[in-house]
């Protein structure tokens, strides 16, 4: 007859079953963590093969938008410098010394 301290075996406990050592613990740590390692080294290996491409695929409106709003900016400073050097000139030196 088991003793009432044997919890091996209650008929009750749902986890009679999946009772795991010490060492079979270290063993399913082993194999999940070899698993892990492996799909890392295989996303890694696919990165590097692909990863220039996507990066191009992702940066590429923005590189192309960023090179519109550089000309534009480029152009509205040359306009800007070209005012502010036409309304120097028309300015009368009294005016110039007064501010």
């Known amino acids: 007859m088991a ?17 795991m050592s010490f060492g079979d613990h270290l063993d399913e740590l082993r194999r999940h963590l070899l698993r892990a ?19 191009a695929l992702i940066t590429g ?7 519109i709003y550089r000309k ?6 040359r306009i800007g410098r070209h005012e502010h050097q036409d309304s120097f000139r028309d300015t009368p030196h009294s ?5």
């Not at 003793?3 to 009772?19: H, I, K, L, Q, V």
């Not at 409106?61 to 090179?67: F, H, M, Q, S, V």
């Open 72 to 77: 534009a900016r480029v152009e509205q400073r």
């Open 95 to 99: 005016q110039i010394r007064a501010a």
């Open 61 to 67: 409106p923005i590189k192309k938008e960023l090179g």
């Open 3 to 19: 003793s009432p301290y044997d919890r091996y075996g209650d008929p009750d406990d749902y986890f009679a079953n999946t009772r």
């Open 37 to 55: 390692i492996g799909w890392l080294a295989i996303g890694m290996v696919i990165a590097f093969c692909f990863g220039g491409s996507l990066l």
